[in-house]
T-cell receptor, first 115, second 111 residues
Framework: DTGVSQDPRHKITKRGQNVTFRCDPI?????LYWYRQTLGQGPEFLTY????????KSRLLSDRFSAERPKGSFSTLEIQRTEQGDSAMYLC?????????????FGSGTRLTVV | QQPVQSPQAVILREGEDAVINCSSS?????VHWYRQKHGEAPVFLMI?????EQKGHDKISASFNEKKQQSSLYLTASQLSYSGTYFC????????????FGKGTKLTVNP
């Protein structure tokens, strides 16, 4: 297994456009998380899935953000009508189970720049 | 709910020791520690569960004081490769099963 893959690595978009990111977790991992990180800050929780079920979405997240994990495999994160404040590194992570004793494996992230 | 890390930054010479602290105002189920190098993804170091256990990982170890809701990460005889930003991530008791990360501690190890 090659770890958690994210695509694209970088995305530059104009304000108001929609963007979609993809995350491929480690195949045997049930849990998948999306975080956002800005310079000098720790990762900020966005949402997470147990298999295909979205279990929680951050209250800080506006309705412009949506995530899916069809069939419990890869996941997509879509941001509609992007704003400059959405510029950040978007990190995906996965963990093997719901036993709450395993660490997260993070992907390399997608860096979004909204101009 | 975000854990508080201290110090914000540490500069060491190779071979010196450092301690990074992580405190929460909420009762914790677990504490994770990660290291992130510039431009890279965070890498998992270790997890501590409630119960006051201590773990070790080469010259990096950590403890979890359940009474104080505080964890400390100990780096001994630091190496150049230890440089990076260290984050603690906490999961609260009775809360949702996700990590909330602190703002990080930047560690610089110089020759």
């Amino acid at each position: 297994d090659t770890g958690v893959s994210q695509d694209p690595r970088h995305k530059i978009t104009k304000r108001g456009q929609n963007v979609t990111f993809r995350c491929d977790p480690i195949s045997e991992h049930n849990r998948l998380y999306w975080y956002r990180q800005t310079l000098g800050q720790g990762p900020e929780f966005l949402t997470y899935f147990q298999n295909e079920a979205q279990l929680e979405k951050s209250r800080l997240l506006s309705d412009r953000f949506s995530a899916e994990r069809p069939k419990g495999s890869f996941s997509t994160l879509e941001i509609q009508r992007t704003e400059q404040g959405d510029s950040a590194m978007y990190l995906c992570a996965s963990s093997p189970s719901a036993d709450r004793i395993s660490g997260y494996t993070f992907g390399s992230g997608t860096r979004l720049t909204v101009v | 709910q975000q854990p508080v890390q201290s110090p914000q930054a540490v500069i060491l010479r190779e071979g010196e020791d450092a301690v990074i602290n992580c405190s929460s105002s909420k009762a914790l189920y677990s504490v994770h520690w990660y290291r992130q190098k510039h431009g890279e993804a965070p890498v998992f170091l270790m997890i501590l569960l409630k119960g006051g256990e201590q773990k070790g990982h080469d010259k990096i170890s950590a403890s979890f004081n359940e009474k104080k809701q505080q964890s400390s990460l100990y780096l001994t005889a630091s190496q150049l490769s230890y440089s990076g930003t260290y984050f603690c991530g906490t999961e609260t008791q009775g809360g949702s099963e996700k990590l909330v990360f602190g703002k990080g501690t930047k560690l610089t190890v110089n020759p």
